[in-house]
């Protein structure tokens, strides 16, 4: 289905059998040109850890699903893509029992998928990391993360301040 609506078609994800505590919904993005769907799916559910599951990139034109990452011990609700297609972050849990929150993780994903089409609201339900506009990624004290970070850690600049209406 194309961000209008139209082109449906079947395409056959994996997710865990029913009976799993609460909902799990896949999480996804179109790019800004309609040309693919980025989606979590094939998820693996690890009662001690949580989830693992592969973002994949579900080309509208029919062609084969492409797989771009591989996330691990995380939650397919916690996932957010940066607005430049580049990255995406998830929650990372511990191995501990009950397992903890670890912090976030951050991926590359394949250079050609551009920019995509993310809503302008933030969902509510993870306390994520979210990119700006301009695909800088800020942690929730809006610290500037590294450009090349692969965890909510590793830190570069000063804290952000704002002024005006400016927002992350």
């Known amino acids: 289905v194309y961000a209008d609506g139209t082109g449906l078609r079947q ?3 994996t997710y865990p059998p029913v009976g799993v505590p609460g909902p799990l919904f896949p999480t996804g993005a179109w790019t800004e040109d309609s040309s693919a769907f980025l989606i979590t799916g094939s998820l693996e559910s690890d009662p001690s850890s949580g989830f693992d599951f592969v973002i994949w990139r579900v080309p509208a034109d029919g062609s084969p699903p ?4 591989a996330i691990h011990q995380s939650h397919p609700g916690s996932v957010a893509f940066a607005p430049d297609g580049q990255h995406v972050a998830a929650i990372r849990y511990t ?3 009950p397992p903890e929150i670890a912090g976030w993780f951050i991926a590359p994903l394949a250079d050609d998928i551009g920019p995509l089409a993310l809503p302008d609201e933030l969902e509510v339900g993870y306390a ?3 990119w700006s506009p301009a695909g800088d990624a800020f942690t929730g004290t809006l610290m500037q993360l590294c450009p090349a970070a692969t965890s909510d850690s590793e830190v570069c600049d ?3 301040s704002f002024s005006g209406t400016s927002a992350v």
Do not use: R, T
Request: charged share 25%; proline share 6%.
């Open 128 to 130: 994520s990391l979210h």
């Open 11 to 13: 395409d056959i994800l």
């Open 158 to 160: 000063a804290p952000i």
């Open 66 to 69: 492409e797989e771009l990452a």
């Open 95 to 97: 191995d501990a029992v």
